[in-house]
């Protein structure tokens, strides 16, 4: 079952959102540039002479909602994310994050 799928089945099924995935109603389908990478834009400002004053990665509040909804799903979701944290450099809950930088000077 590819993402949308699944996230069309945990609206749906989870939290009640008989209308997910029909025309006009989520989840679209999210693509995500590459270069909007964390660790290649944590590159790019230090290559550019820019100073991070702060950077922070966290998992977004959909989990925690989705324990309170079903929690049998959100179980089977934390062991995923466990599982693939194993084989990833990165964290896989961390969907979020926040990067400041400026020019030094």
Known sequence: ???????????????????????????????????????????????????????????STRRAALQKKCPVIAFFWGMTILLGNKFRSSALEASDYFLVVRKPG
């Open 1 to 59: 079952m590819d993402a949308p799928l699944v996230h069309v089945f945990i609206l749906r099924h989870a939290f009640k959102n008989m209308a997910a995935g029909l025309p006009g109603f989520p989840p679209f389908e999210t693509v995500h540039h590459s270069d909007i990478d964390p660790q290649k834009l944590t590159a790019w400002a230090h290559e550019s002479g820019l100073e991070i004053l702060f950077y922070t990665a966290y998992e």
